[in-house]
């Protein structure tokens, strides 16, 4: 007579599955001995082996309790009915996993088309694949905040890829990111650009697409996902706070103290 520790060793499995087929009434449980002790005896090593390799075959749980009882005809029938719906399982994930290839060589997993085709256009103005990266995690973050807003604020995003301090500015970040050691200069000249940016649409009127949005959560998650990236993205923030802005990401102006 064997414990249950025993039980599952020689049938080859663990212990935790012994008790699990015993709570959905695959194995039934023994009395105990005289010890307290729950003993198995020879059959329930068969039946623990039969539900094992079943289970291992693909076989549902529920359906294994009805094979175990069944005669050579109606088993040979209920298999031949499991592996039909195998093979529509097997078809499903072959088909599954062509999309996922599909997607996995592009940018299209969690983004729409119209950004999949401004990562595209940062592409073709000279960014880097690592800024790309960087711009798709982070409207990756936008995108699954405010779904039904992205599309009216992606006309402006274009227009501003027309702007050749945009495009310097994209070059300038990817030369930065790309890099090992920190560089002032470049630093200095991605605030500034950042900055002349910010004066001439609060000077026009124009607004961030964040204007009127009260959650700070995303802004936060960008932040961080910019620091993930870039060790270097705080010193950024820290020269736009010099030039008398907030960040880039949520970019408000800091009134200055009266001297």
Same mark, same amino acid.
């Given at each position: 007579?064997?414990?249950?520790?025993?039980?599952?060793?020689? $049938?080859?499995?663990?212990?935790?599955?012994?008790?699990?087929?015993?709570?959905?009434?695959?194995?039934?449980?023994?009395?105990?001995?005289? /010890?307290?002790?729950?003993?198995?005896?020879?059959? *329930?090593?068969?039946?623990?082996?039969?539900?094992?390799? !079943?289970?291992?075959?693909?076989?549902?749980? *529920?359906?294994?309790?009805?094979?175990?009882?069944?005669?050579?005809?109606?088993?040979?029938? $209920?298999?031949?009915?499991? %592996?039909?719906?195998?093979?529509?399982?097997?078809?499903?994930?072959?088909?599954?996993?062509?999309?996922?290839?599909?997607?996995?060589?592009?940018?299209?997993?969690?983004?729409?088309?119209?950004?999949?085709?401004?990562?595209?256009?940062?592409?073709?103005?000279?960014?880097?694949?690592?800024?790309?990266?960087?711009?798709?995690?982070?409207?990756?973050?936008?995108?699954?905040?405010?779904?039904?807003?992205?599309?009216?604020?992606?006309?402006?995003?274009?227009?501003?890829?027309?702007?050749?301090?945009?495009?310097?500015?994209?070059?300038?970040?990817?030369?930065? !990111?790309?890099?090992?050691?920190?560089?002032?200069?470049?630093?200095?000249?991605? *605030?500034?650009?950042?900055?002349?940016?910010?004066?001439? $649409?609060?000077?026009?009127?124009?607004?961030?697409?964040?204007?009127?949005?009260?959650?700070?959560?995303?802004? %936060?998650?960008?932040?961080?996902?910019?620091?993930?990236?870039?060790?270097?993205?705080?010193?950024? &923030?820290? !020269?736009? &706070?010099? @030039?008398?802005? /907030?960040?880039?990401? @949520?970019?408000?102006?800091?009134?200055?103290? *009266?001297?």
């Amino acid at each position: 007579m064997l414990t249950i520790s025993q039980l599952a060793a020689y $049938a080859g499995v663990t212990v935790r599955a012994v008790r699990h087929y015993h709570q959905v009434g695959l194995l039934p449980e023994p009395d105990r001995d005289g /010890s307290g002790y729950r003993r198995y005896g020879a059959r *329930a090593v068969v039946s623990l082996i039969k539900i094992r390799t !079943l289970a291992g075959a693909g076989v549902p749980l *529920a359906e294994i309790g009805r094979l175990l009882e069944a005669d050579a005809a109606t088993f040979a029938e $209920a298999i031949a009915r499991i %592996d039909d719906h195998l093979r529509e399982e097997i078809e499903r994930l072959e088909t599954s996993r062509k999309q996922i290839a599909q997607l996995a060589a592009g940018d299209s997993l969690t983004l729409p088309p119209d950004i999949v085709r401004y990562l595209d256009r940062l592409r073709e103005i000279g960014a880097s694949e690592r800024i790309v990266q960087a711009e798709r995690d982070g409207w990756t973050l936008v995108v699954a905040r405010w779904p039904d807003q992205v599309r009216e604020w992606m006309p402006a995003k274009f227009a501003e890829l027309e702007d050749p301090r945009t495009v310097r500015l994209y070059r300038v970040l990817s030369e930065l !990111l790309d890099s090992d050691g920190a560089n002032r200069a470049l630093l200095e000249e991605a *605030a500034d650009i950042l900055a002349e940016l910010a004066e001439e $649409a609060h000077a026009a009127g124009a607004h961030n697409f964040h204007e009127g949005i009260q959650d700070e959560l995303p802004f %936060d998650l960008l932040d961080a996902l910019a620091d993930e990236f870039a060790p270097r993205a705080e010193q950024l &923030r820290a !020269l736009m &706070r010099e @030039r008398g802005w /907030s960040g880039w990401n @949520r970019m408000e102006r800091i009134e200055k103290p *009266a001297d």
